[in-house]
């Protein structure tokens, strides 16, 4: 069996405070997109084995799709075995939701395989056990995530734009993010301003809303990021940002020759730069 992880973007991030539990509340609107790893899934094996085409892709429980497959024989008492292949497509540090993208599409592969022992709702709830993307990962399309992330409401989006997404060569860790916030403060965004835009189709709208706390603390350590949105812009982009805890940014184009254009400029620059769009 072969399954796409589709890559997301956040459309707004706000970080709204720090939790007693150590968590941060966070308010944010996520967004899949064309940007996909596949997944290759070949059952009736001895245990649970993962390989990958990156070489500095963990292959052990470090992995988020390898955790998905013991938890899902775990949960449904299943006797069998998997081999997982990850064709890397998604970078790393970027705040695409690679990892999470992965292990989503394994617990959906195996839950097909399998004739769906466990049901939909509930596997959106699994995926949250092994990673704070995986259950919109699991949903897909547009939602906005409160609490600390894991409370998910679908979003009628009418905006399905094209982008162009551009990642430096450095990453970012998501734990040091969040602990710079923490030393620097944040000032929450207003992310219903965005769920406005993208119901009412209004893709103008949408970019001028658009808004990350964490391009507050990240361009501190990767000031690309900077200049990065504003190449996009001045490409042509309607709109531009930092997708969760960096490093990757993205542009929304209204235009398929202007977003050609800036990616044959970007790709004579950046290690990572592809064209893919909001599904």
Not at 108 to 135: C, Q, R, T
Not at 168 to 194: F, H, N, Q
Not at 196 to 225: Q, W, Y
Request: charged share 25%; with cysteine; aromatic share 6%.
């Amino acid at each position: 069996m072969k399954i796409e992880g589709r890559a997301k973007i956040n459309l707004a991030l706000s970080v709204e405070g720090l939790l007693e539990n150590g968590y941060h509340r966070v308010k944010m609107i996520m967004q899949e997109i064309a940007l996909c790893d596949e997944i290759s899934l070949e059952f009736g094996k001895s245990g649970v084995n993962l390989s990958c085409n990156v070489s500095q892709i963990p292959t052990d429980s470090r992995n988020i799709a390898y955790r998905a497959a013991e938890l899902f024989y775990a949960v449904t008492g299943i006797d069998d075995g998997v081999n997982i292949h990850i064709e890397k497509v998604i970078p790393s540090e970027a705040g695409l939701g690679g990892g999470s993208a992965d292990g989503a599409a394994v617990l959906k592969g195996m839950n097909e395989h399998y004739g769906n022992p466990i049901p939909y709702g509930e596997l959106i709830s699994l995926g949250a056990k092994i990673g704070a993307d995986v259950s919109f990962c699991i949903m897909g399309g547009t939602a906005l995530a409160e609490g600390i992330g894991e409370v998910l409401t679908p979003i009628d989006s009418k905006v399905k734009a094209d982008i162009l997404i551009v990642k430096p060569d450095v990453g970012i860790s998501t734990p040091w993010a969040y602990k710079r916030l923490d030393e620097v403060g944040c000032t929450p965004c207003d992310v219903d301003s965005v769920v406005s835009a993208l119901e009412k189709g209004d893709t103008k709208e949408l970019c001028r809303s658009m808004a990350n706390t964490f391009e507050i603390v990240v361009p501190e350590v990767a000031p690309e990021i900077d200049a990065i949105k504003s190449k996009l812009i001045g490409y042509g982009a309607l709109g531009a940002m930092m997708s969760g805890s960096g490093t990757a940014v993205f542009g929304i184009f209204d235009d398929a020759d202007t977003l050609e254009r800036a990616c044959e400029d970007f790709r004579d620059n950046y290690p990572y730069v592809f064209k893919s769009k909001m599904l």
